[in-house]
Structures are given as structure tokens and as C-alpha cells.
């Protein structure tokens, strides 16, 4: 079993740099992708970047491309999501999920675990 705790978000005026945190727990966590996706209010969860298993593969949205930054340290179970440029439109909750295999996929039904959100609140 694999559990996933998500932190790092707050209010931040548009333009600055966040950096948000996984921290899991479950021996094969470090064997899995792991992704980040985000969901606005009235929007459908969508996905944001993920990192394969050993971290020589990622991949973003368009949205996201050249601003985050998706990296990972399996020594200490944790994968992060630096944010720079910050914009209003990335106003949404965001989620880190384990996936079910060891390479990144951006479908959402490939994950299996979870976590229970952050807020980030991007004001102009």
C-alpha cells in the first residue's frame, strides 16, 4: 500500500515561484511513476507533469511546459513540483498520484494512489 501526503500551497501573487511536495509512504513507491494533476473549480481533474520511476523521463502539459519543474529523490520517498511564473489560470487544487507501473502515463485511471490535495491560490 502505497499513501501519499501533498504540501507546499498557499496564496501567492502571480508571477512568483511555489514549490509543492509528495511525501509517500509504501516500499514501492520509488518502483512507480508519479504524477501530478491539478482541478480547478467546475473543471475536470487534469494533468499537469509526471516523472518516471528512476526520474529520466518526464512529462508536461502545455500549459505548464518550461515553467514547472518535476523531480524526484526516492532516497526520502518524495517528489516535487516547482512552480515558477506563476499565473491566476493555475489557481486549482493539486493532487500527487503513484502510479500503477513504473513509467509515466498522463491518464488518470493509471494511478493508483492518491493524495489528498493542496491548494494553490495564484492572485493577480
Known amino acids: 500500500q502505497v499513501q501519499v501526503v501533498e504540501s507546499g500551497g498557499g496564496l501567492v501573487q502571480a508571477g512568483v515561484s511555489l514549490r509543492l511536495s509528495c511525501a509517500a509512504s509504501?516500499?514501492?513507491?520509488?518502483?512507480?511513476?508519479v504524477g501530478w494533476f491539478r482541478q480547478a473549480p467546475g473543471k475536470e481533474r487534469e494533468f499537469v507533469a509526471v516523472?518516471?520511476?528512476?526520474?529520466?523521463?518526464?512529462n508536461y502539459a502545455d500549459s505548464v511546459e518550461g515553467r514547472f519543474t518535476i523531480s524526484r529523490d526516492n532516497a526520502n520517498d518524495t517528489v516535487y513540483l516547482e512552480m515558477n511564473s506563476l499565473k491566476p489560470e493555475d489557481t486549482a487544487v493539486y493532487y500527487c498520484?503513484?502510479?500503477?507501473?513504473?513509467?509515466?502515463?498522463?491518464?488518470?485511471?493509471?494511478?493508483?494512489?492518491w493524495g489528498q490535495g493542496t491548494q494553490v491560490t495564484v492572485s493577480s
Open positions: 516523472i518516471s520511476w528512476n526520474g529520466r523521463s518526464r
Open positions: 509504501g516500499r514501492t513507491f520509488s518502483m512507480r511513476a
Open positions: 498520484a503513484g502510479a500503477k507501473g513504473p513509467l509515466g502515463t498522463t491518464i488518470k485511471t493509471e494511478y493508483a494512489y
